[in-house]
């Protein structure tokens, strides 16, 4: 099964939330998600909570605060988009992150 939510947070991040000196939540991501016909809609904020720690574990990004379940997060650097040549899967990394595809199915060398 890919990790379709951590790809979609990441196009989000990309997308929305692209700038080193911005602050923003996951409250904030999970609203943008539920407006695409992709995620799951019977998923509540409390079940992306292992996807965000994920992507914090990559090193994306890093969480400057929490408020019970709001957490607020920086990017460490601007995010790339790059092409997985071997999945064909648009993806969105830091530039210091590993090249590494984050498509769980692919987990490809860049």
Do not use: H
């Amino acid at each position: 099964m890919t990790n379709s939510n951590i790809l979609q947070i990441r196009k989000i991040i990309f997308e929305n939330f692209n700038e080193i000196d911005l602050r923003f939540n996951n409250d904030e991501i999970y609203e943008l998600l539920k407006k695409n016909e992709i995620f799951d809609q019977s998923q509540t904020i409390d079940d992306l909570e292992s996807d965000f720690k994920k992507i914090e574990n990559d090193g994306l990004l890093r969480c400057i605060a929490q408020n019970f379940t709001t957490q607020w997060f920086k990017i460490f650097n601007d995010v790339e988009k790059i092409t997985c040549n071997s999945c064909n899967t648009e993806i969105y990394l830091g530039k210091e992150e590993p090249r590494i595809c984050p498509n769980s199915d692919c987990n490809s060398n860049l």
